[in-house]
């Protein structure tokens, strides 16, 4: 016994020895700063400008000689993008770097379920850390001023409230791995022409109650580790290394702590960039922003040029020293966390996952005579018809381009779940975009068919003709001008002439059901001419699966527009109030750049159609159900009290239909009199609750004076008036059940 005390003792004390000669930065019981302050100040010059640039095309250096590991990156935000070679974008020829392709954040927005947006983050930030990957570039939270936008799939809608509720859970679902967000891009990357020389112009106001909110809670409650800048400009100066964004306002105003990591190939200047708030350059090339020698990463701009101008004093060490501190931080919190998960790649889990978050987003638009679900007892055949029921989407579309490990498309999903119960006929009706490759990536798909457009329609007519219900799969795909990085669409039609076959298709057979698949709105001038719309979105591996349990009524529909889906672009403030895509004009240096004013100011989306009494094909917020909600009556809890107190608002909901669902109950926010202009309503909760047939939910929201708020822009604060408010409970934002109003006193 006194042996093994001894032997105890001896190993206690050698543990000691060795705890008390570990430097403070790589023993993780010191405190976070504590191991930052050590770690700088054994670096030499050299060291701390090699940490804050690129050393590949998705790597930092790190420092070896500390022990201090590289910073491995990956594109998402909706599946670990595949690994390229060491300069190039293409395929570095991995067999084992497949994922799991997660539907887009559109359809995560669209289930208006904070729930689900955590199991999106856990779930793929469980495959980047199984990639031994330190940071995902994602999630993109621009707003979607224009429908154009080519990367509208990427974000999560038009509203700052939805957005910053869904983009939370997801930020603290990804960094529960280890693996730090990238949230992406900040700020006002609204479009994708003109992409590297748009200057928005943008006054203080709708910058901080329109394009800000969801930043700011992505920063302060979701906690993010890193932040993207945009290619685009903001006052002159490019969002990468703007500091007004950057210094004034997310690590000033906000008191952020984590690492700025400039978008690919986006910085254009030493000087700026040392003083703009960028803390890492990445990039494309020798200089991250033209072709060169390969390997040359010393010469980007926070490289050779910024080590040599310390040296000879054009440059001080202060923000030098502060970038460092910041990489450290996300360094120590991701690549040195001993304490992170190993991850997982393509669970069951992960499949699970990405199905029930494509069921709960599939939104359904229109449902005339309740011609859905299909019901399989009495339907002997199906008609599909459209190359997007083929038509593999998890490839392309840019940055978020993804190696999946599988696709099922929509024919083949439905096909599996109806099996022998009904006759299938599928007739592809056009010819969009028959490729199916991305950077070397390839769907294996040969989509090219000779035919003419008059023989395919010909065909689609004759199998409409004899179904007992057409399901049409049209919609957009991940081509240029469509849903893609770097390209705008060029009109708000559908392409490839669906909407003339839309029309002859419904002329001969009425029990047309259109689904549309695309991460962005589109024209609908047929609405009238069929029975039912679906909004069917990119949902990734699970798509023909996901889309076929909607179809048949496996899976009640609960998810709900995250945008306003325009009849024409007139009635969109960007295009209406002719500002996109801007005029030509030149920014501080004198370089020609693309001005963009938005006159629309804070009328973006909803309260801009609501302000001009303006009738969408489809409201923002709506969605409709196989069963059907009653909402009661609304009370507040209080009818009158000061700024600061709350204000409790119930209504009740009952399930009068025959089969469970869920409704999401929103919360809008009227000021009956203020001193400045306002929006006739502004989202400020929603819940989404799951009952039974017969049964009633009592859902509450609490408000808060900041729910009450307008931003003042000469006190720079948010200001709550007294007044009347009027709080407004409904299934859209056009379609308001019941109101109660409360008055906020003077104080």
């Known amino acids: 016994m006194k042996q093994l005390i001894l032997s105890a003792a001896i190993v206690l004390g050698a543990c000691a020895a060795a705890l008390a000669g570990t430097p403070v930065y790589l023993d993780d019981s010191k405190p976070l700063e504590d191991r930052v302050e050590d770690a700088l100040s054994r670096m030499t010059l050299r060291e701390k400008i090699n940490i804050i640039h690129a050393q590949s095309k998705f790597s930092s250096p790190g420092v070896p000689r500390l022990g201090i590991p590289e910073i491995w990156c990956t594109d998402g935000p909706m599946g670990v993008r595949p690994e390229v070679l060491w300069d190039e974008w293409d395929q570095a020829g991995w067999t084992n770097d497949s994922c799991t392709a997660f539907p887009s954040l559109t359809a995560l927005a669209a289930t208006w379920n904070p729930d689900m947006a955590l199991l ?28 154009l936008n080519g990367r509208n799939f990427e974000y999560m809608g038009e509203d700052p409230y939805l957005t910053s509720r869904m983009a939370v859970p997801y930020v603290k679902g990804v960094q529960s791995n280890g693996v730090a967000v990238c949230v992406k891009h900040f700020a006002l990357n609204n479009n994708e022409i003109n992409r590297h020389t748009s200057n928005p112009i943008v006054d203080d106001r709708t910058l901080y109650e329109i394009y800000l909110p969801a930043f700011q809670a992505a920063a302060q409650e979701g906690g993010a580790w890193s932040f993207m800048g945009g290619y685009n400009l903001f006052r002159g100066e490019h969002a990468s290394y703007n500091p007004i964004l950057m210094n004034d306002i997310l690590k000033g105003e906000w008191n952020w702590d984590g690492a700025v990591i400039s978008d690919w ?15 890492m350059e990445f990039g494309s090339w020798t200089n991250g922003l033209s072709n060169g020698k390969s390997s040359a990463y010393d010469n980007y701009f926070l490289a050779n040029p910024y080590f040599n101008g310390i040296q000879d004093g054009t440059y001080g060490t202060a923000e030098l020293d502060d970038k460092v501190r910041r990489v450290l931080r996300l360094t120590f919190r991701t690549a040195m966390n001993r304490n992170r998960p190993y991850g997982s790649m393509g669970s069951d889990e992960h499949v699970a996952a990405c199905r029930e978050i494509g069921e709960e987003g599939i939104v359904l638009l229109q449902n005339r005579g309740d011609i859905l679900p299909v019901d399989l007892d009495k339907t002997k055949k199906i008609a599909v018809i459209g190359e997007n029921a083929i038509k593999m989407m998890t490839v392309g579309g840019g940055s978020s381009s993804l190696k999946a490990r599988y696709e099922i498309t929509p024919l083949d999903g439905l096909k599996k779940r109806v099996g022998d119960k009904a006759e299938i006929v599928y007739a592809r009706g056009y010819v969009g975009d028959p490729t199916g490759e991305y950077n070397g990536v390839v769907t294996g798909q040969d989509l090219n068919d000779p035919r003419s457009p008059e023989e395919l329609r010909d065909e689609a007519l004759r199998v409409a003709r004899d179904a007992d219900i057409v399901l049409f799969f049209g919609g957009l795909n991940k081509s240029n001008h469509q849903d893609c990085e770097d390209t705008d669409r060029e009109s708000l039609d559908l392409p490839y002439g669906q909407n003339e076959l839309i029309d002859a298709l419904a002329a001969v057979n009425p029990n047309i059901v259109v689904v549309n698949i695309s ?55 960007a295009h209406k109030l002719g500002e996109y895509p801007g005029h030509p004009g030149v920014d501080e240096l004198g370089n020609e750049v693309m001005d963009m004013p938005y006159n629309e100011g804070i009328f973006v989306g909803y309260r801009f159609t609501e302000k001009n009494k303006l009738k969408p094909t489809f409201p923002f917020g709506h969605g409709l159900s196989y069963t059907r909600f009653k909402y009661g009556k609304a009370t507040v809890d209080r009818i009158s009290g000061s700024a600061d107190d709350y204000y409790t608002v119930t209504v009740p909901v009952t399930n009068v239909g025959d089969r469970e669902g869920k409704e999401v109950v929103q919360l809008y926010i009227s000021d009956l009199k203020s001193s400045v202009e306002r929006p006739v309503k502004e989202l400020k909760g929603f819940k989404k609750v799951n009952i039974a047939p017969g049964e009633t939910a009592e859902v509450s929201f609490r408000i808060s004076k900041a ?38 006193n003077d104080d």
């Open 265 to 279: 190939g986006a910085v254009h200047d030493t000087k700026t960039a040392v003083t703009g708030g960028l803390d």
């Open 519 to 573: 991460g962005t709105g589109v024209a609908m001038p047929w609405t009238s001419k069929v029975a039912a719309v679906l909004q069917a979105w990119y949902l990734g591996n699970e798509t023909g699966n996901s889309l076929a349990s909607v179809l048949v009524g496996d899976t009640n529909p609960s998810g709900k527009l995250p945008y306003t889906y325009y009849a024409s672009l007139d009635q969109c403030g």
């Open 120 to 147: 999106y983050g856990k779930s793929i930030g469980e495959e980047a850390r199984f990639r031994n990957k330190s940071v995902l570039l994602g999630p993109g939270i621009n707003i979607y001023r224009t429908p």
């Open 707 to 744: 729910d009450l708020s307008f931003f003042d822009a000469e006190k720079h604060a948010w200001v709550c008036e007294p007044g009347t408010f009027e709080a407004l409970i409904g299934a859209s934002s056009a379609d308001i059940r019941d109101k109660v109003r409360f008055k906020v």
